[in-house]
């Protein structure tokens, strides 16, 4: 397959999973948009607004995590439901292509949420372009090892429900438990380390480094990044190597 | 002519905790290129997997399997850009229209827009689906579903199709659309690997046909040398009485509304039918079908089963 071919099934798919849902459900856009403004609504409350930035970063994050969660459930609805997956092997598309399509579609589904949160980005003065470049790279990372994990989780799971059992899952382990919301120093000592074994506390680390929320070395922003890039490589060493696109 | 598809000593097990199952077993088939080939057997005889192996869906345990001179196992690349599937499950994204169904899977397989627009206006046509091609999937019955699907890879630029059991749930009128385009794909040199259940659907298309009974080719052949290869390969229906034990004699009797169905060897089909006539008996004489073949070869199997045995599924 060419290189011009494999854009055409790249953005072929953006449409299948993507656009032409949209516009036979709008309602989807409100769904994704939903939980990141709702925790920045209940922060705003609690914090009586001090908290707002880390409400706005940490929604950015949670939107991008969402992409993961939405297509873990739609591979394994296209692939026991459908036998969209099965149809698709079976033709010059290939794994990462169908998977990137797919990625793409659902970040479709997350425009409105992260528009949202980029206005108020910008609103609240936290844009520079230092602190735009660090944001745009951690979302992509964050955007990546998600759909990395979801593909090869979606590959093992037999039934579309095993999805819905895992997703809050993730929110709790990767957005809820790591300081996403909040600065790290909210937690507790032994609660700072076990947040350490989540890839989002890196991301939210630089970004709210970045936006001056936080202090932020040097040095600890390249551990920061050398983390984020060391875990989004692995998952995706997983998912070539894993991932079942082939029935064993 | 060459070969399209080749197995040799083709296996495939999937482990279960209540042991080890060959869902195919020994399997050694060629599948000539250009023509219909049909692979007919029970519920959980193979033909699905043997349809997932060689079309890259699923990973063989042993032996090996060659589509278009190119391994299964290891070459799946080049195997891919000239195969299509419509898998025996599958169903169309229900929130897409006809058209889109069909003009994105073409798309998606990477033609560009205008030749995947023209393929999918003829192949709508053919089909007769130009009517509902605005109609969203989510609003059409199971059998338009199915033919959605079969349009779908109909109108793909693959040189192999793969169509397992494609007309399931359609009607007698449906079916024959589908027929008529399955000639067409192979009068274009394509050739179509060809599941199900109808007998007459496979005696009607295929040129060569395989008989899978537990995982293990039982009959192969054209749809003439399988009635050959039968022990009784004529079939003659006498309508009135003719004492039972005089009728076991000419064959293998079976008993039928009004009558009897003798299967029998040429020389003694055509000495019963003789005998009946004279008798001033009905009586209708003829090549036994694809059904009596399958029927008696898959028989003889279950009876081999003993009582009480399931049919693996």
């Given at each position: 397959m060419s290189e011009r071919n494999r854009l055409r099934s790249l953005f072929t798919l953006v449409q299948i999973n993507g656009l032409i849902p949209i516009r036979t459900q709008p309602l989807y856009l409100v769904n994704l948009i939903a939980s990141p403004l709702s925790f920045l609504f209940f922060i705003w409350i609690v914090s009586r607004g001090a908290d707002l930035a880390y409400g706005v970063v940490g929604g950015m994050v949670l939107t991008m995590l969402s992409v993961g969660t939405g297509l873990q459930s739609d591979l394994t609805h296209y692939r026991h439901d459908m036998k969209f997956q099965d149809v698709v092997v079976a033709s010059p598309v290939e794994a990462p292509v169908y998977v990137g399509g797919m990625a793409l579609s659902e970040l479709v589904y997350s425009l409105p949420a992260l528009a949202v949160f980029v206005v108020l980005f910008f609103y609240y003065g936290y844009a520079t372009p230092s602190s735009a470049v660090v944001l745009l790279g951690a979302l992509l990372l964050v955007w990546s090892f998600a759909t990395a994990f979801a593909f090869t989780l979606a590959t093992y799971f037999q039934d579309v429900r095993e999805t819905w059992m895992f997703s809050p899952i993730f929110s709790l382990v990767l957005t809820v438990l790591p300081p996403v919301y909040y600065p790290i120093t909210y937690l507790p000592g032994w609660a700072q380390i076990a947040a350490r074994f989540s890839p989002t506390t890196y991301a939210a680390e630089l970004v709210q480094g970045a936006v001056g929320l936080q202090p932020l070395s040097f040095g600890g922003a390249t551990f920061d990044w050398i983390v984020l890039v060391a875990f989004t490589a692995a998952l995706f060493v997983l998912a070539a190597f894993k991932a079942r696109w082939k029935d064993p | 002519m060459g070969f399209a598809i080749r197995t040799e000593r083709l296996r495939k097990v999937y482990p279960s905790s209540h042991g080890d199952r060959a869902a195919l077993d020994d399997l050694t088939l060629d599948i000539p290129d250009g023509r219909v080939y049909g692979v007919i057997g029970r519920n959980g005889a193979g033909k699905t997997t043997f349809v997932r192996i060689t079309s890259t869906q699923l990973a063989l345990t042993s032996g090996t399997a060659t589509v278009l001179g190119h391994d299964v196992a290891t070459e799946e690349r080049a195997i891919r850009v000239r195969i299509a599937c419509v898998p025996q499950e599958a169903r169309p994204?229900?929130?897409?229209?006809v058209e889109e169904v069909v003009y994105l899977y073409l798309k998606l397989r990477g033609l560009d827009p205008a030749e995947a627009r023209a393929r999918t206006k003829d192949a709508l046509e053919q089909l007769s689906l130009t009517e509902f091609r605005r109609r969203m999937v989510s609003h059409l019955s199971g059998g338009l579903r199915r033919r959605v699907l079969c349009a779908m890879v109909l109108a793909s630029d693959a040189e192999i199709l793969f169509l397992?059991?494609?007309?399931?749930?359609?009607d007698p009128i449906a079916r024959r659309e589908v027929w008529h385009a399955i000639r067409r794909a192979v009068r274009e040199r394509r050739t179509i690997l060809l599941t199900t259940h109808y007998l007459d659907e496979a005696e009607a298309l295929s040129a060569r046909l395989a008989l899978f009974e537990r995982g293990r080719l039982v009959l192969e052949g054209t749809p003439e040398e399988l009635r050959a290869r039968v022990r009784f390969p004529y079939r003659v229906t006498v309508q009135g009485p003719f004492p039972a034990s005089e009728l076991a004699s000419y064959g293998r009797v079976s008993a039928i509304e009004g009558g009897s169905l003798v299967f029998a060897r040429e020389a003694e089909a055509r000495e019963l039918a003789r005998t009946a006539l004279e008798r001033g008996l009905r009586v209708s004489m003829g090549p036994v079908s694809l059904e009596d073949i399958f029927l008696d070869v898959v028989g003889k199997s279950i009876e081999d089963e003993g009582p009480g045995a399931e049919p693996t599924a």
């Open positions: - | 994204l229900y929130f897409l229209n397992d059991e494609p007309t399931t749930g359609l």
